[in-house]
Protein backbone atom coordinates (compact mmCIF):
# COMPACT_ATOMS: atom_id res chain seq x y z
CA UNK A 1 0.00 0.00 0.00
CA UNK A 2 1.10 3.45 -1.08
CA UNK A 3 1.40 5.94 1.89
CA UNK A 4 -1.07 8.72 2.14
CA UNK A 5 0.64 12.24 2.67
CA UNK A 6 0.69 13.51 6.27
CA UNK A 7 -2.50 15.91 7.03
CA UNK A 8 -0.66 19.25 6.41
CA UNK A 9 0.92 17.83 2.66
CA UNK A 10 -2.60 17.21 1.51
CA UNK A 11 -4.39 19.05 -1.09
CA UNK A 12 -6.70 21.81 0.01
CA UNK A 13 -10.50 21.28 -0.88
CA UNK A 14 -12.08 25.00 -1.24
CA UNK A 15 -15.90 24.87 -1.98
CA UNK A 16 -16.06 27.34 -4.27
CA UNK A 17 -13.20 26.38 -6.85
CA UNK A 18 -12.56 30.03 -6.92
CA UNK A 19 -8.86 29.62 -6.06
CA UNK A 20 -6.36 26.58 -6.41
CA UNK A 21 -3.29 25.83 -5.39
CA UNK A 22 -1.02 25.92 -8.36
CA UNK A 23 2.47 24.01 -9.02
CA UNK A 24 3.29 25.36 -12.43
CA UNK A 25 1.13 25.94 -15.70
CA UNK A 26 3.59 24.75 -18.68
CA UNK A 27 3.21 24.06 -22.23
CA UNK A 28 5.03 20.55 -23.70
CA UNK A 29 4.11 17.52 -25.39
CA UNK A 30 1.79 14.72 -24.12
CA UNK A 31 4.83 12.36 -23.60
CA UNK A 32 2.58 9.58 -22.33
CA UNK A 33 -0.15 7.30 -23.19
CA UNK A 34 -3.14 7.33 -25.96
CA UNK A 35 -2.87 11.24 -26.39
CA UNK A 36 1.26 11.08 -26.81
CA UNK A 37 2.54 13.83 -29.48
CA UNK A 38 -0.16 16.21 -28.89
CA UNK A 39 0.71 19.60 -28.42
CA UNK A 40 -0.67 20.25 -24.77
CA UNK A 41 -1.02 22.56 -21.75
CA UNK A 42 -0.57 20.98 -18.63
CA UNK A 43 -1.87 22.97 -15.17
CA UNK A 44 -0.55 21.49 -12.73
CA UNK A 45 -2.55 21.28 -9.21
CA UNK A 46 0.21 21.48 -5.73
CA UNK A 47 0.06 18.55 -3.46
CA UNK A 48 -0.92 15.03 -3.33
CA UNK A 49 -3.13 12.62 -1.37
CA UNK A 50 -0.43 9.98 -1.58
CA UNK A 51 3.57 9.66 -1.17
CA UNK A 52 5.08 7.31 -3.62
CA UNK A 53 8.49 6.52 -3.01
CA UNK A 54 9.26 6.88 -6.79
CA UNK A 55 7.80 10.25 -7.23
CA UNK A 56 10.13 12.51 -9.60
CA UNK A 57 7.85 15.33 -9.32
CA UNK A 58 7.74 18.61 -7.26
CA UNK A 59 4.45 19.28 -6.44
CA UNK A 60 4.60 20.98 -2.79
CA UNK A 61 5.41 24.40 -3.59
CA UNK A 62 2.42 26.69 -5.37
CA UNK A 63 1.01 29.77 -6.03
CA UNK A 64 -2.73 30.49 -5.25
CA UNK A 65 -4.53 31.31 -8.65
CA UNK A 66 -8.01 32.72 -9.08
CA UNK A 67 -9.57 30.67 -12.42
CA UNK A 68 -9.42 33.62 -14.51
CA UNK A 69 -5.91 33.39 -13.70
CA UNK A 70 -5.11 30.19 -14.67
CA UNK A 71 -7.31 30.96 -17.98
CA UNK A 72 -5.60 33.64 -19.10
CA UNK A 73 -2.28 31.65 -18.38
CA UNK A 74 -3.59 28.82 -20.42
CA UNK A 75 -4.82 31.47 -23.29
CA UNK A 76 -1.47 32.24 -24.08
CA UNK A 77 0.01 29.03 -25.31
CA UNK A 78 -0.73 27.57 -28.10
CA UNK A 79 -2.64 24.44 -27.27
CA UNK A 80 -6.23 23.04 -27.64
CA UNK A 81 -5.54 20.29 -24.90
CA UNK A 82 -5.42 21.11 -21.44
CA UNK A 83 -4.32 18.46 -19.38
CA UNK A 84 -4.92 18.62 -15.66
CA UNK A 85 -2.04 16.67 -13.30
CA UNK A 86 -0.54 17.38 -10.21
CA UNK A 87 0.23 16.28 -7.66
CA UNK A 88 -3.60 15.03 -7.36
CA UNK A 89 -5.56 17.27 -9.60
CA UNK A 90 -9.00 16.21 -7.89
CA UNK A 91 -7.91 16.81 -4.31
CA UNK A 92 -9.02 20.41 -5.30
CA UNK A 93 -12.41 21.73 -6.49
CA UNK A 94 -11.71 21.97 -10.16
CA UNK A 95 -14.74 21.86 -11.23
CA UNK A 96 -15.32 25.38 -11.72
CA UNK A 97 -11.86 25.84 -14.04
CA UNK A 98 -13.24 22.95 -16.15
CA UNK A 99 -16.36 24.52 -16.93
CA UNK A 100 -14.12 28.62 -18.05
CA UNK A 101 -12.04 26.43 -19.90
CA UNK A 102 -14.20 24.07 -21.72
CA UNK A 103 -16.46 27.47 -22.24
CA UNK A 104 -13.14 28.82 -23.58
CA UNK A 105 -12.88 25.92 -26.09
CA UNK A 106 -10.42 23.95 -24.59
CA UNK A 107 -10.61 19.96 -24.60
CA UNK A 108 -9.83 18.60 -21.06
CA UNK A 109 -7.39 15.87 -20.45
CA UNK A 110 -7.16 14.66 -16.42
CA UNK A 111 -4.01 12.29 -15.28
CA UNK A 112 -5.06 11.22 -11.49
CA UNK A 113 -4.10 8.47 -9.46
CA UNK A 114 -7.08 7.12 -9.04
CA UNK A 115 -8.05 7.00 -5.31
CA UNK A 116 -10.42 10.04 -5.13
CA UNK A 117 -14.34 10.16 -6.41
CA UNK A 118 -14.33 12.70 -8.66
CA UNK A 119 -17.51 15.57 -8.72
CA UNK A 120 -19.62 13.86 -11.07
CA UNK A 121 -20.02 17.22 -13.49
CA UNK A 122 -16.21 16.62 -14.42
CA UNK A 123 -17.56 13.47 -16.16
CA UNK A 124 -19.08 15.73 -18.56
CA UNK A 125 -16.66 18.12 -18.62
CA UNK A 126 -13.02 16.45 -19.11
CA UNK A 127 -12.74 13.65 -22.23
CA UNK A 128 -10.02 11.75 -21.29
CA UNK A 129 -9.09 10.37 -18.13
CA UNK A 130 -5.95 8.68 -17.17
CA UNK A 131 -5.81 6.83 -14.06
CA UNK A 132 -2.48 5.87 -12.90
CA UNK A 133 -2.73 3.34 -9.65
CA UNK A 134 -0.64 3.47 -7.00
CA UNK A 135 -1.66 0.16 -5.22
CA UNK A 136 -4.83 1.59 -4.09
CA UNK A 137 -8.15 1.01 -4.98
CA UNK A 138 -9.94 3.20 -7.66
CA UNK A 139 -12.76 4.94 -6.90
CA UNK A 140 -15.81 3.79 -7.97
CA UNK A 141 -16.81 7.32 -9.21
CA UNK A 142 -14.45 7.13 -11.49
CA UNK A 143 -16.33 5.68 -14.63
CA UNK A 144 -15.15 7.53 -17.44
CA UNK A 145 -11.81 5.68 -17.76
CA UNK A 146 -9.72 6.62 -20.97
CA UNK A 147 -6.95 4.72 -19.87
CA UNK A 148 -5.10 2.75 -16.98
CA UNK A 149 -1.51 3.27 -16.42
CA UNK A 150 0.64 1.29 -14.36
CA UNK A 151 3.89 2.02 -13.33
CA UNK A 152 6.30 -1.05 -13.86
CA UNK A 153 8.73 -1.30 -10.69
CA UNK A 154 9.88 -3.87 -8.67
CA UNK A 155 6.75 -4.65 -6.56
CA UNK A 156 4.59 -4.09 -9.86
CA UNK A 157 2.63 -7.49 -10.84
CA UNK A 158 0.54 -7.93 -13.49
CA UNK A 159 -2.48 -9.34 -11.25
CA UNK A 160 -2.78 -5.52 -10.10
CA UNK A 161 -4.10 -4.59 -13.64
CA UNK A 162 -8.06 -4.05 -13.01
CA UNK A 163 -8.67 -4.67 -17.03
CA UNK A 164 -12.32 -4.08 -16.74
CA UNK A 165 -12.06 -0.20 -16.00
CA UNK A 166 -10.64 1.10 -19.09
CA UNK A 167 -10.50 0.09 -22.62
CA UNK A 168 -6.55 0.93 -22.38
CA UNK A 169 -4.09 -0.55 -20.11
CA UNK A 170 -0.59 1.14 -20.55
CA UNK A 171 2.60 0.21 -18.77
CA UNK A 172 4.85 2.73 -18.02
CA UNK A 173 8.87 1.54 -16.72
CA UNK A 174 9.65 3.13 -13.52
CA UNK A 175 12.91 4.33 -15.09
CA UNK A 176 14.77 3.40 -18.38
CA UNK A 177 16.47 0.75 -15.87
CA UNK A 178 17.14 -2.23 -18.34
CA UNK A 179 15.04 -4.34 -15.41
CA UNK A 180 12.26 -2.28 -15.52
CA UNK A 181 11.96 -1.98 -19.40
CA UNK A 182 12.76 -5.96 -19.79
CA UNK A 183 9.54 -6.60 -16.83
CA UNK A 184 7.27 -4.42 -19.17
CA UNK A 185 7.79 -6.49 -21.98
CA UNK A 186 7.97 -9.56 -20.68
CA UNK A 187 4.58 -8.66 -19.20
CA UNK A 188 3.44 -7.16 -23.17
CA UNK A 189 4.13 -10.92 -24.25
CA UNK A 190 1.73 -12.47 -22.20
CA UNK A 191 -0.95 -9.20 -22.37
CA UNK A 192 -0.78 -8.38 -26.31
CA UNK A 193 -3.90 -5.90 -25.92
CA UNK A 194 -2.17 -4.13 -23.29
CA UNK A 195 0.73 -1.45 -24.82
CA UNK A 196 4.03 0.51 -23.54
CA UNK A 197 4.34 4.12 -22.49
CA UNK A 198 7.86 5.39 -23.12
CA UNK A 199 7.36 8.98 -21.71
CA UNK A 200 8.77 10.73 -25.24
CA UNK A 201 9.10 13.94 -23.35
CA UNK A 202 11.88 12.82 -21.18
CA UNK A 203 13.79 10.96 -24.25
CA UNK A 204 13.19 14.75 -26.03
CA UNK A 205 14.36 16.35 -23.18
CA UNK A 206 10.87 18.44 -22.77
CA UNK A 207 9.98 20.11 -20.10
S1 LIG B 1 0.29 9.69 -6.77
FE1 LIG B 1 1.54 10.53 -8.44
S2 LIG B 1 1.95 12.67 -7.85
FE2 LIG B 1 1.21 11.60 -6.00
S3 LIG B 1 3.09 10.95 -4.93
FE3 LIG B 1 2.41 9.22 -6.25
S4 LIG B 1 3.52 9.49 -8.19
FE4 LIG B 1 3.67 11.43 -7.07
New binding site residues.
Given amino acids: M?PPASKDQMPVWRDNGAILQVNEIFYSIEGEGLRVGQPTTFVRLAR?N???F??D?E?DSFEEMTISQIVDTVVRHPAKWVCLT???PLGQNIAPLCRELVSAGFRLHIET?GTIDPDPVLCDLIEHWTV?P?RQKIADGLTHITELKYVVGKAFCENMVDENRAKYIYLQPESSKPRYINKALDILSRHPNWRLSCRIHKMLQLP
Avoid: P, V
Fill in positions: TCLRCFCTFGGENSK
